[in-house]
């Protein structure tokens, strides 16, 4: 018997998915004190490294493997779903340095712990990871691409589209906290592109799926990553996915990416024949359209809403309390990553790494 497809999904290490801790230090002067995660630029290639002993990274995602690229210039402990954590040795080179096979597809929260020794001059550097999904035998994944004329895709707010060029996509940006575009498709998952800020400032921005609650992302300032990947979904049955800019500066997209299987064909051909057109939206376009959209955009507005508030007032009543002896030395930044979305209560805790026959996993 052949085994199952697969879909496999890249996901850069510059994603906003990805949550880095201590946070990341983007700048690139070699006079300022350097700690945590620090950001490496080759061309066009972009990865993050650190070599402190507790530095780590997390990433949720819904599949059976996950394999990572880069290197591990020291020793570093990996956690999957709150099971024991495994240790795993250095390894010279720039390799798939983790590959890492499940016995259970559903939604895995899996950590890497920096465990360098004070001193080292090894490092752990991530470009991206893999994320690997299996699909029913004889079943073979498609792409559909949505850019940001497609008809397909309702904008509700003050949306742009900047041209194409030779070096970059055409965007669909605006500046309005609120502003949301929305997509009904069908398929087993989707993703979408863009940067994750423009070079004055950084982007935070909301995604819902499927009228769930929503999860929120802030980001740093790279030129273009996966702003969102969800896979796992099901193909007979009508999803849709929210964006909405939840911050005060420009957030923009490029791109949104459905992936189907003849499943998916079967069930969407005799629902809708209507092809994507490259028509730009309007500045105010489909308002009428987007009362159930807004029921699921407002929860994400009110608890960012809150969460500002609250972080506001512990700011100032540490300030009130230390104003004698210390003061602020920068702004009180908003960061957070996930903040609307808890770990899955129906998640296996699995506490060995299954080896993938025939895959050396």
Known sequence: MSSPSELV????????????APTINISIHDSLPKSG?????????????????????ELQFYGMGLELWGSAGCPYNVTIDSSASLSFPAMSGAVSFFQGWWGLQTTHTWTLTVACTDGSEGAIAFSSASIIMEIPQGETPSEIFYGVNDSLLEYNGSWSI???????????ETSNFGDFVS???????????????????????????????????????????????????????EHSIVLVNTGLSSFAFSSIVVWTTS?????????????????????????????????IVAPI????????????????????????????????????????KSSSASAMALNDIKPRAGHGY
Not at 9 to 20: A, D, E, G, R, V
Request: charged share 10%; with cysteine; net charge positive.
């Open 9 to 20: 999904f890249t996901l850069n290490s510059t994603s906003p998915m990805i949550t880095y």
């Open 37 to 57: 995660w620090q950001v490496s630029h080759s061309g066009d290639d972009v990865s993050y490294f650190a070599s402190s002993p507790g530095a780590s990274f």
């Open 162 to 172: 900047s041209p194409e060029t030779t070096l970059t996509s055409s965007l669909a």
């Open 183 to 237: 997509l009904s498709f069908y398929g087993i998952a989707v993703a979408v592109n863009g940067p994750t800020a423009n070079v004055s400032s950084n982007s935070s921005y909301g995604v819902s799926l499927d009228d769930t609650p929503g999860q929120a992302f802030r980001t740093n300032p790279m030129s273009n990553s996966q702003l969102f990947y969800q896979g796992g979904l099901d193909p007979t049955h």
């Open 263 to 295: 499943t998916t064909t079967s069930t969407t051909a005799s629902s809708s024949s209507i092809e994507p057109s490259t028509s730009a939206p309007s500045a105010h376009a489909g308002i009428g359209k987007h009362s159930n959209v807004a029921k």
């Open 301 to 340: 507005i009110a608890v960012i809403a809150v969460v500002t508030l609250c972080i506001a007032f512990c700011g100032w009543k540490w300030r009130r309390k230390h104003r004698s002896t210390a003061t602020l030395s920068g702004p009180f930044g908003l960061r957070f990553s996930r903040a609307f």
